[in-house]
């Protein structure tokens, strides 16, 4: 164990430090499940010992939240945390830095009614759209770790011995944000480097729209015009880099939102609202979703893409090399967090402000103008394999390859 608590206080030291980055004065809201009390207790350390002016954390807990969902009366997911949101983006306006920590279980809401489950992402989504602006333009610092609980262990690794499964999983989520390397700090900077180098040559190619050929998948992504290329870290509106989701492994940008034409299908499940999505794939005409169609949980989708027209249309395109960390190390996390990062992948619903020239001082009206999808809702899904290729085709029709075979093409 002395060992783990050595860990633990560095990853508390990664998440504060090159994760939210917090700065002496800045108040920190930390959201986390209360079975990683312990770990928040560091995360509360480190951040005052930086010189943290507060400290706040918003407690959850699955087995009070799937109750709620089982027998709270129907109007309950309908009424819009109308305190919550005020509360959350009044410490947003004022500079605060948000810090998430997950330990979720895949089938926390296993069971449960879909529409309930779609009717609080719904209402809390439009609750909270004002916050959502502010952290989706990059105004605030915000980021995402993961520690784990004995259900995610459990689904994640169900041949290894059951007392061994949760430090399986520590393992795989040190290894994933870098923690085993000898100077993690350095590690994540040089990586970031990495992902900067390949966002630089995007971006320098300007390409018009993306072609992706795979297994079930012929898809064609327009760009919109002063699209720009994305990574891992970002500067909030002080100028404070902060990295968003830990891990990380993407190079992203914004579709143009009715440039979306063909199908794609998933090579991955997709966890979202405590169930579980598989064997699904999606069809596109000029943007909008046409049809669905899931192995599993079908009407979840359904419902997801239901949430508002936003919903019908995607917000992200990112891409991930399958020679990557995650990726190899054959592990199936059925956690967004890392499965998006060993694959290439695309979001449902609002797209970064960031992620076109001048977006971050733009307002809602200003980015759908310039082609950019708005949603309450913004769920990425897996699409990549070492059977995907992804063309980049210029404005005067050069068709040049940017994935061949899964993997980067320069």
């Given at each position: 164990m002395p060992q783990l608590q050595a860990q633990l206080s560095k990853y508390a030291d990664l998440a504060v430090q090159i994760g939210v980055n917090v700065q002496p004065g800045q108040t920190l809201?930390?959201?986390?499940?209360?079975?990683?009390?312990?770990?928040?207790?560091?995360?509360?350390?480190?951040?005052?010992?930086?010189?943290?002016?507060?400290?706040?954390?918003?407690?959850?807990?699955?087995?009070?939240?799937?109750?709620?969902?089982?027998?709270?009366?129907?109007?309950?997911?309908?009424?819009?945390?109308?305190?919550?949101?005020?509360?959350?983006?009044?410490?947003?306006?004022?500079?605060?830095?948000?810090?998430?920590?997950?330990?979720?279980?895949?089938?926390?809401?296993?069971?449960?009614?879909?529409?309930?489950?779609?009717?609080?992402?719904?209402?809390?989504?439009?609750?909270?759209?004002?916050?959502?602006?502010?952290?989706?333009?990059?105004?605030?610092?915000?980021?995402?770790v993961a520690i784990p609980s004995q259900a995610w262990a459990d689904k994640v690794f169900p041949d290894v011995p059951a007392d061994e499964r949760i430090d399986k999983l520590w393992e795989a989520i040190f290894h994933t944000v870098r923690l085993d390397r000898e100077d993690p700090v350095a590690a994540w900077q040089e990586h970031l480097d990495t992902l900067e180098q390949k966002a630089n040559v995007l971006n320098a190619k300007k390409y018009k729209s993306l072609h992706y050929i795979a297994p079930g998948t012929d898809l064609s992504i327009e760009l919109p015009e002063g699209h720009l290329w994305a990574q891992g870290d970002s500067i909030n509106a002080k100028g404070h880099s902060f990295v968003a989701n830990m891990p990380t492994e993407e190079v992203f940008t914004a579709p143009l939102k009715t440039g979306v034409n063909g199908t794609v299908r998933a090579t991955k499940p997709l966890s979202y609202g405590g169930n579980i999505i598989d064997g699904f794939s999606i069809t596109f005409e000029q943007g909008r979703i046409v049809s669905v169609a899931a192995e599993q949980g079908q009407e979840a989708l359904e419902y997801l893409i239901g949430l508002d027209e936003g919903a019908k249309y995607l917000g992200e395109v990112a891409l991930v090399p399958h020679k990557s960390p995650i990726s190899e190390s054959n592990i199936l996390y059925f956690n967004t967090l890392f499965d998006e990062n060993a694959s290439n992948h695309l979001a449902i619903g609002t797209a970064y402000a960031f992620c076109l020239e001048g977006g971050k001082e733009m307002n809602k009206e200003e980015l759908i103008a310039h082609g950019l999808n708005t949603s309450v809702t913004h769920v990425d899904f897996m699409i990549g394999s070492a059977e995907m290729d992804i063309y980049g085709i210029t404005a005067d029709g050069t068709r040049e390859p940017v994935f061949l075979k899964g993997n980067w093409a320069f």
């Open positions: 809201i930390v959201s986390a499940p209360i079975s990683a009390a312990e770990f928040v207790r560091l995360i509360t350390a480190k951040a005052y010992a930086i010189g943290a002016s507060q400290v706040k954390v918003n407690w959850s807990d699955e087995f009070i939240t799937r109750q709620q969902f089982e027998h709270a009366a129907p109007e309950v997911f309908t009424k819009p945390p109308t305190w919550f949101a005020g509360e959350i983006t009044e410490f947003a306006e004022n500079g605060a830095a948000f810090l998430h920590v997950i330990a979720e279980d895949p089938d926390a809401l296993k069971g449960i009614d879909p529409e309930r489950i779609a009717n609080y992402q719904k209402t809390r989504g439009e609750a909270l759209t004002k916050f959502r602006e502010l952290e989706m333009s990059d105004k605030v610092s915000w980021s995402i």
